[in-house]
């Protein structure tokens, strides 16, 4: 692909859903809903169509040569060796695959909140915030200067934001924009802190030859642009504290938008928003930003082995830390979200090891299977009349019954049998065997997170879906309508099929999205990627993850569905009778920030105004009383009688001319 | 030809017709004859101007006494329209109670 083409795709991608922002946000009111809703589609599903032209051009081009990057324009030039930021787009693998997910899955759930938001007066300002927020994404994995990397990295947390807080007469939706904007911007400023680090010490390489004196170190690049960063990483050191930092620092920012421990406790608050929003951002896309942002930077986490192994465990901890809060949330949305911050934890794990193919095959499976389950939950959330308990529902199975269909064909998906899970989930933990820090210790605790996620797939799907309804509301349930029920189908047969396709005929071992992304992440400069297992390890891998996943699977269903095994009693036990408490208040976090961060800052605030109030307030009331004296002399000439104000009039003039008259003697 | 003696009992005409009006302004509260005192000053300014033209021989004073003329009755005109305004809504004619200027 020549720079200019891909230009010019590029910048049709980010031109048609910023337009239909606009349009919806603009003309929107005026011209009604059957207008936001073509508009705001439209332009995904054009976007869409654009993708597909731009994945066809690079599966198409001659291997070696399927990156390019091309400039929109220069921005912001401050001369030789200063800042220089150019908008440049880079066209490769990695971000094709993300903007197929972005634009795919955008425009079914775009097409799905036609339906959802059929009742809702503020139709215009969902679809712009919508489209603009697949404008973000699509500048965010386009980007190839750090700076608009950044800027779409912001945006997305800014729509994320705007949507959240979509009803923004609800108090707790309102509260909980605001978590997930102060902790998205404690990763923003991480990156930017790495930004500025990276544009300081990057030098060209090689620096200097070895053993060799050189006269100085070569001067500093002064760049962001990405392929110029990737190309010279090595002179950051390999292994050194600076890149370790810079990746740490990376990571923070991937952490916060990826809602990993300990910068999680957002995510779960985000259910507030519209549920179109938690399955588009808040479950496919944004949230997995993080793992992209980690794969995007794989030359330089390549070199800072130190980095690598904490974004590894920071993952792993993550998936079985959500993995056992899910275990007994009772909002159906929060039960999903957990999950995914789980899923997530576990593609985290894979880019920490260095195995960045399987964790973008896990992240476009999952951007199928968690899309589906949330688009469901909103079909299961419409019926029972906005309850999002699940103790309030129960036998939906035979009132909705292609949703409740879709919703299996989910949560094994999720738990990783027969489908999409399966093959992504089994594929990056084999790498776990042979990778990263102390292997094969994380991969145990992959293999439980399987059983968790087991457990708490079919503990949802078992008590939303099966027994009796516990509520009239439940009782009388009815399916959707079709607007909402053909995406969810749409991602049903894509859950189902989409791994079964990418590795036919076997379900363990290479992929077809290892090989599409491979050449991205073997690129000459970067350092070695995680070692593959071979068939063996495979086998044994494949068959130990897909055990495990059954055996939660098993359990689950004896516990939640026949309900002919009681977890009570063996959780009675001393020492295990705290754990129900534990998962169903999230560890605490909440509490423990508050009590960490909240708290002290208030105290420090209300301190402050203890003692500044009375300094501040003599100041400011010195200043304002000077004036108000001032002015309340002048205050009672105003009388409002035009008798008065002629007699000013005249008195003046008397003056003035008197004043002419004495000045016009004195000159004589 | 005005001589050249009385020129000065004329502009003392005209500052008193003037000083008359400017005091009806201030003092007078019915409207219409604030507006009679004000058509007074004006015609008191045009005797002045007249005067002066006279006086130095020029007809620039007499032209700019015809432009008054003309201001004044424009002026009348909307005048007198506020004034008819005020009424039709039912306030009195008192200029000390169209004090709305205060607030």
Known sequence: MSPSTAALLAGLVLLFPLAGSALCGLLGPVLGRRFVNLAGTLSIGAAFAVTLVIFVQVLGAASGHQSTTATLWNWLDLGPGNLNVSVDVTIDQLSVLMLLVITGVGLLIHVYSVGYMEHDSGVARFFSYMNLFIFSMALLVLAANLIILIIGWAAVALSSYLLIGFWYERESAVLAARKAMITQVIGDVALVIAAILIFVNLRAVPACPPNEKCAGLPQSLHTLSLPQIFAHASSLGTGSPLITLICILLAVGAFAKSAQFPLHTWLPDAMEGPTPVSALIHAATMVTAGVYLIARFHPLFDLAPIASGMVACVGMGTAVMAGFIALSQVDIKRVIAYSTMSQIGLMIFAVGIGAYAAGMYQFLLHAFFKALLFLAAGNVIHAVHDEQDIREMGGLDSRMRVTAWCFLVGSLALAGFLFAGMFSKEDLLGFGLLNGPGAPALYVVGIVVNVLTGLYAFRLYGTAFRGEPRSDAARNAHESKAVMLWPVVILAGLSALAGWILQWPVAFGPHLIDAFLNPVFTSPGSGPIAKAPNLGWGVIGFVIGLTCSLIGIAIALRIWVRHDLDPSRALARPGLRLLPRLSFNKLYFDEIYDALLVRPTRALARGLRRVGDPVMDSWIKGVSGVATDFSSAFRTIQTGLIRDYASYMVLFVVIFTVAVMLAAGLAK | ?103
């Open chain 2, 1 to 103: 030809m005005l001589s050249q003696a009385m020129f000065p009992w004329l502009l003392l005409t005209a500052a008193f017709l003037f000083t008359l009006g400017a005091l009806g302004v201030l003092i007078r509260r019915n409207p219409l004859v604030v507006f009679m005192c004000i058509e007074l000053m004006l015609n008191a300014v045009n005797l002045a101007l007249v005067g002066y033209s006279s006086y130095l021989n020029s007809e620039e004073g007499q032209v700019f006494a015809f432009m008054v003329i003309v201001v004044a009755a424009a002026e009348v005109v909307v005048g007198l329209g506020l004034l008819t305004r005020v009424f039709s809504i039912g306030r009195e004619l008192d200029v000390d109670d169209l004090d709305e200027m205060k607030q």
